[in-house]
């Protein structure tokens, strides 16, 4: 099974579930991590802070202490969650290199982290559907980075004869939506794979797989 809010490698968040009693206070990553949870599940209107602080197990002003408000609350964790993704796949594109290997280590990085962090994936879903301050925030903070680290070994690609048929818009919703939906919908994968493509032999050979269908042998 994949561990869920996994967006700071060096430190995996606890998982929300029933309130703390007789432990350290809240860090920061668990409420970032049980922010995304909530947000991804319920939507922005759906979560309450009250049962934010409850599943936290946290007095009722720490959020409002940490983050201000709700909104503040939503900001940080997907600042949080989302950075992450946008600076790994910026770092997988290395310049003068092929760029249908440059393609493929993009897809693989992105598909894999969003099996990873499937929560992302379903707060994007949530806000897409209608404009939005927080839907402007996604749009310039990282959907727009990420279509920028994908653009130059796309337009590489083009410029050689090899994607000059396929719209950018067409491959980047391939990946970013085609490639993550297993993940991003869990509940239907589940109920018709099980669990197996939740282990990390399966998230690497289906990652592998997108970015072979979409990036082979360019």
């Not at 009693?21 to 319920?42: D, M, N, Y």
């Not at 989302?82 to 760029?99: K, Q, Y």
């Amino acid at each position: 099974m994949i561990s869920r809010i996994r967006v700071v490698p060096e430190e995996t968040p606890r998982r929300p579930g029933r309130p703390r009693k007789g432990t350290a206070p809240a860090s920061t990553e668990e409420i970032l991590a049980a922010a995304l949870r909530a947000f991804a599940a319920q939507g922005f209107h759906g979560v309450s802070i009250r049962d934010l602080n409850r599943v936290l197990g946290v007095s009722h002003n720490v959020l409002h202490q940490r983050f201000g408000s709700k909104e503040g609350v939503w900001y940080a964790a997907v600042d949080w969650g989302f950075g992450a993704i946008v600076a790994l796949v910026a770092d997988a594109d290395v310049p003068g290199t092929d760029p249908g290997a440059r393609l493929r280590t993009m897809i693989r990085t992105f598909v894999g982290f969003s099996a990873r962090n499937p929560d992302l994936g379903a707060i994007m879903s949530n806000e897409a559907r209608q404009p939005s301050e927080r839907l402007d925030h996604l749009l310039e903070r990282f959907v727009r980075p990420m279509l920028d680290a994908f653009t130059p070994a796309f337009t590489d690609l083009v410029n050689a004869g090899k994607l000059d048929h396929v719209p950018l818009p067409t491959l980047y919703y391939l990946i970013t939506s085609g490639g993550a939906a297993p993940y991003t919908n869990e509940g239907m994968t589940r109920r018709l794979f099980g669990d197996d493509p939740f282990t990390q032999k399966e998230i690497d050979r289906h990652a592998d797989a997108v970015s072979r269908l979409l990036a082979g042998d360019l």
